[in-house]
């Protein structure tokens, strides 16, 4: 049953995106009821497996692919971390994106592969070893590409040509790690531990290529300096596009294939002993430092916080490459927290460009009496952001300090002082401009009955995830919440 289970999750937003595509423009109705009814689905049946794999009951399944290799998809405790999170914040970007995309053209197209890459994501969080991860990484580029370049503009095209280069380049690079790396040791099923320690020391030379090859190929998606450019320059996709990019599938790939390669393919301490994790830190750190840097002169709102991002996304892979509890903790709850701050704040900057037209920090002079809900909610996300308590971005630098310090690596602290500043100077003064400044036009008056700042559809999901980042703050140790599931998953992997 677990293993029809995993196909079940794979198919719900699979087979509504294939249908997705043969629709006429007009139907909106059948349109909007498959992929709500798929996202809706594919929460159910991850509930279904929640429980049983916190019991160590886990679900796999494997599909002939080759003669000596298989699809092999499985469900453990990391996968259940990052399959929850894209499933849940795929539903409130489907939502989201519906009501954005209300009077646009190529609606059947956008979310036909907006569901593929959502297929992709799945499969990305299911892969039980490396050949089958860079197959669905893989089919995460192909299917994100249609989706930045969406609007057809002359500056989309662009921006997917550039996408293309980076994304196409790694993925090669991926493919040609994985091989050798396959060659050597033979089938690399994810495995907490990793599983090539055992391999004669004469290889330790190629395995540290290997590594090297693998942290690259994937620190594109995960925005690594300096491997970044693709995604400040993608911003010109539609909002939800951006959320999903940010917070639910392409960098978030990245980082967990990291994840992966760190802790169940080499193993974390065997990484250690090779010396491959603190070149990792410092890289992770230069990142940290150089995005905040980026995002303080960005007058556009959403390059600000592409930046961000930028930045962000490398507390993961820090706290991966401390190779200590702690730390690990730290990294690994980034991955949902940093998801529900930043997919909180696209939301934002998508109401403010689709609602007044507004795009660029200066503009906003006062919008928070316009707009106070979606202003409240930017607010919280980027609060969140700085690390404010009891906010969830406090929660993960707290654990990244503690675990720094228990690994011996204070110097951390420093880069966590530093990029905390830097959140705080690009972020306070767009919340003083937000809410103190004199308002430098007459905001157009709501059309909706009721007097709501906007449509439901572009209001509800800001709302919702704004509100979980204050709820996983303060009920950080509640059971099943974020922190809970990673201290499960670190507790496993280290054997406590």
């Known amino acids: 049953m677990n293993d029809l289970i995993l196909l079940a999750i794979l198919s719900s937003s699979l087979l509504p995106g294939l249908i997705i595509f043969t629709l006429a423009e007009e139907s909106v109705r059948l349109r909007t009821t498959l992929n709500l009814t798929g996202a809706l689905f594919k929460l159910l049946f991850i509930a279904l497996l929640f429980f049983r794999v916190a019991e160590r ?148 030379g190629s395995l540290t290529i290997i590594f090297a090859l693998l942290v690259l190929s994937l620190g594109v998606k995960a925005a690594l300096v300096p491997l970044h450019s ?14 999903l990019l940010h917070a639910v599938a392409v960098v978030k790939a990245g980082a967990f294939g990291i994840v992966r390669v760190v802790h169940d393919i080499y193993g974390i301490g065997f990484s250690a002993d090779l010396n491959l994790l603190f070149p990792l830190s410092v890289m992770a750190a230069i990142t940290v430092l150089y995005g905040s840097i980026r995002a303080l002169a960005q007058n556009d709102l959403k390059r600000r916080l592409a930046f961000s991002t930028v930045s962000q996304v490398s507390y993961i892979l820090m706290g991966i490459a401390l190779a200590s509890p702690l730390a690990t903790i730290g990294g690994l709850v980034h991955l949902v927290h940093q998801g529900l701050m930043k997919i909180t704040l696209f939301f934002c900057a998508g109401n403010l460009a689709e609602t007044l037209g507004i795009h660029k920090i200066d503009e906003m002079d006062g919008v928070g009496r316009r707009m106070p809900w979606t202003m409240t909610a930017f607010t919280v996300g980027a609060l969140g952001m700085i690390g404010v308590p009891p906010l969830v971005g406090f929660i993960s630098k707290w654990y990244l300090g503690l675990g720094s310090l228990a690994a011996g690596q204070p110097w951390i602290i420093i880069i966590l002082i530093a990029s905390t500043l830097l959140n705080a100077c690009y972020f306070l003064p767009v919340l003083h401009r937000i809410w103190f400044n004199k308002e430098q036009q007459q905001w157009s008056k709501s059309t909706l009955a009721g007097g709501r700042e906007t449509i439901w559809p572009l209001l509800a999901p800001p709302l919702i995830t704004a509100a979980l980042v204050i709820f996983f703050g303060i009920f950080a140790y509640l059971f099943g919440s974020p922190l809970y599931w990673v201290e499960l998953i670190t507790t496993r992997e280290y054997g406590l």
Do not use: Q
């Open 230 to 243: 693709w995604l400040p320059t993608a911003m010109v996709a539609p909002a939800p596009v951006s959320a």
């Open 57 to 204: 009951e886990y679900a796999e399944l494997r599909l002939p692919l080759l003669a000596d290799m298989e699809l092999v998809l499985r469900a453990d405790a990391l996968s259940m971390l990052f399959l929850t999170l894209s499933a849940f914040l795929w539903l409130l970007t489907t939502i989201y994106a519906i009501g954005y995309l209300e009077n646009s053209p190529h609606r059947s197209r956008f979310f036909g592969f907006f569901s593929l890459c959502v297929s992709a994501t799945t499969g990305i969080a299911l892969a039980g070893d490396m050949i089958t991860f860079v197959i669905f990484y893989e089919a995460l580029t192909i299917s994100t590409y249609p989706l930045v370049v969406h609007r057809g503009t002359p500056a989309a095209l662009h921006a997917g040509r550039i996408y293309l280069a980076y994304t196409l380049l790694g993925g090669v690079v991926l493919f040609f790690a994985a091989v050798w790396l396959r060659a050597i040791a033979g089938p690399l099923e994810f495995t907490p531990g990793g599983v090539i320690s055992g391999l004669d020391p004469s290889l330790y």
